[in-house]
């Protein structure tokens, strides 16, 4: 998973005709941390998709236009515009995390 470090960064890695997965978090969330604890078998298992993650915090703005209410959060953008969307509360186990991915249109 890339760690998205400017706003530049974010808009480009959402803008692909490939899908694109944002796992916004903060440092000081716990379900952040289980949620790492699972995440990197899922990335592997869904390559299809390009991964990346960005820091709530750093990018309150972002979190704001995107809806993030809650993180963990995962959100799925195409050319651009989200497409789908994982609230914190949905994302506890690998079980929530791989329901919503076999979901996502192809």
């Not at 998973?1 to 490939?18: L, N, V």
């Not at 000081?28 to 869904?46: G, K, Q």
Request: aromatic share 12%; net charge negative.
């Amino acid at each position: 998973m890339r760690q998205i470090e400017t706003a530049e960064q974010f808009e480009a890695a959402i803008s692909g005709d490939k899908p694109a997965i944002m796992k916004f978090y903060t440092t000081w969330c716990p379900d952040c941390v289980r949620l790492n604890m699972f995440i990197d078998d899922i990335v592997r298992d869904y390559g299809q998709y390009d991964w990346f993650e960005i820091d709530r915090d750093q990018f309150p703005e972002l979190g704001e236009k995107y809806q993030v209410l809650g993180i963990p959060s995962l959100l799925v953008f195409r050319n651009g515009k989200k497409i789908a969307h994982l609230h914190s509360a949905d994302a506890k186990t690998p079980e929530e995390v791989r329901a919503f991915l076999q979901s996502l249109p192809e």
